[in-house]
């Protein structure tokens, strides 16, 4: 596994590409990772693609939940949809630190 030291793009093969798909760095712009590095980025690929899957729903349901405080039926659907709202919000930026988190910890790639 290579790292584009210009862009972070990760690549997985025997060797390095010519020039990095992301930024075009030249071949030497690209460090190989220590199997540890490697390892720990192999193994949160799943856990951020899922956070990532759970944010795009969590939108859905705020974007939803506005729909129903918009509609206004009555108040205890308006009370249901204001805590949905807020709550995916709140979600939403949890998993955003937390992944910026796992960029800073190289769990990322």
Same mark, same amino acid.
């Given at each position: 596994?290579? =790292?584009?030291? $210009? ?6 093969? @025997?060797?390095?590409? %010519? ?13 190989? &990772?220590?199997? %540890? !590095?490697?390892? #720990? $980025? /192999?193994? /949160?690929? &799943?856990?951020? *693609? &899922?956070?990532?899957? #759970?944010?795009?729903? &969590?939108?859905?349901?705020? @974007?939803? !939940?506005? *729909?129903? +405080?918009? *509609?206004? #039926? *009555?108040?205890?659907? $308006? !009370? +249901? ?6 709550? @995916?919000? %709140? +979600?939403?930026? /949890?998993? =955003?630190?937390? #992944?910026?988190?796992? $960029?800073? =910890?190289? =769990?990322?790639?």
């Amino acid at each position: 596994m290579f =790292k584009c030291t $210009v862009c972070g793009y990760i690549h997985e093969g @025997a060797e390095a590409p %010519e020039n990095c798909p992301k930024c075009n760095a030249p071949k030497e712009k690209f460090e190989k &990772l220590a199997d %540890e !590095a490697a390892g #720990l $980025v /192999s193994k /949160s690929r &799943l856990t951020n *693609d &899922l956070h990532i899957h #759970l944010m795009a729903l &969590l939108q859905e349901a705020e @974007a939803i !939940a506005g *729909d129903g +405080i918009e *509609d206004a #039926l *009555d108040p205890a659907c $308006v !009370a +249901i949809f204001k805590r949905t709202q807020k709550e @995916a919000i %709140e +979600i939403i930026a /949890s998993i =955003k630190a937390e #992944l910026a988190g796992h $960029v800073g =910890k190289g =769990k990322w790639g």
